[in-house]
């Protein structure tokens, strides 16, 4: 069996999972995103930077810091037929926060309330009818990178104002969300293929909970109730290794934030207690061991 991981750097959650396939006895390529040069008018034939045939590949496993690296090479691969984890066509929707709302809203799954809009007038009257406060964010975006938490007209003039400026599209873009009185955390719980095998808490005194923003993780019990809105989820985006936020409202409700693509852990074995490296892995050699 042949299997090929794509990085972008070897983190914390790269070792822990090289390490447990490598335990399992597969036969690895790690392929650093840095050296992939695809040829895009032949095929799966060509050699990848280790020097094997993509289409010799039983299953890539893609672990892209770069969302933007991930994505074309996941496009290349599955226009090439390789099998991948995960999907393309659920990487896109997971790194899209757009696309995401709308698959939950497809599935009838519960979320915050959400506005899409390019034009700053618009945009201003979209906030204004969340109430304030709202939350302001980039479509594409992780680690709790550039949220904004809009208080007042005065503020969300000034936000739409910079963004309208920025030259990229993504800013031009504006995904207006209303506020969830979450209490001090949210939930991300992970789910592997058709389990969700662990969460955690993420509590912070910050209203960005995210533990790469400083927030504190503690286990979580999957209730039957999260277990089910989070396999929901999963298979509205097309399942696979996916890490789940979750956010509890007031009144004791479940909402979902959103889907992260690339999973990661580090933070959350100890207190859960579960072998996250190794569940993922038992799950990558079963995948790469069906039948095409």
Avoid at 3 to 23: F, M, N, S, W
Avoid at 170 to 189: C, F, L, T, W
Wanted: charged letters at 20%.
């Amino acid at each position: 069996m042949h299997i090929g991981v794509l990085i972008t750097h070897v983190r914390a959650e790269e070792k822990l999972l090289l390490t447990a396939l490598r335990d399992q006895g597969v036969d690895l390529d790690v392929l650093p995103d840095r050296d992939l040069l695809f040829d895009l008018s032949a095929g799966p034939e060509q050699l990848s930077s280790a020097g094997r045939a993509w289409q010799d590949y039983d299953l890539v496993l893609e672990r892209c810091v770069s969302t933007s690296r991930g994505l074309f090479t996941l496009a290349v691969l599955d226009s090439w037929g390789v099998r991948t984890l995960n999907s393309y066509r659920t990487a896109a929707i997971c790194a899209d926060k757009a696309r995401c709302s709308l698959a939950f809203a497809d599935a009838g799954l519960p979320q915050p309330r959400t506005l899409l809009s390019f034009e700053a007038r618009t945009t201003l009257g979209a906030i204004e009818s969340l109430g304030y406060p709202a939350v302001l964010k980039p479509v594409t975006g992780s680690w709790g990178r550039l949220l904004a938490r809009v208080n007042d007209a005065d503020a969300a003039e000034a936000l739409i104002e910079h963004r309208q400026t920025l030259g990229s599209y993504n800013h031009h873009v504006y995904y207006s969300q209303e506020m969830v009185d979450k209490p001090g955390r949210d939930i991300r719980a992970f789910v592997i293929g058709e389990r969700t095998v662990c969460a955690i808490y993420r509590t912070s005194p910050h209203w960005i909970t995210n533990t790469a923003r400083g927030g504190v993780a503690s286990n979580c019990p999957v209730t039957p109730e999260l277990d089910d809105l989070c396999q929901r989820a999963a298979a509205a985006v097309g399942g696979g290794l996916l890490a789940i936020d979750v956010l509890e409202t007031g009144d004791g409700r479940l909402l979902l934030n959103e889907i992260n693509h690339t999973m990661e852990f580090r933070n959350s074995s100890a207190p859960t207690g579960v072998d996250i490296p190794a569940e993922v892995a038992a799950f990558v050699l079963a995948q790469a061991s069906v039948p095409v």
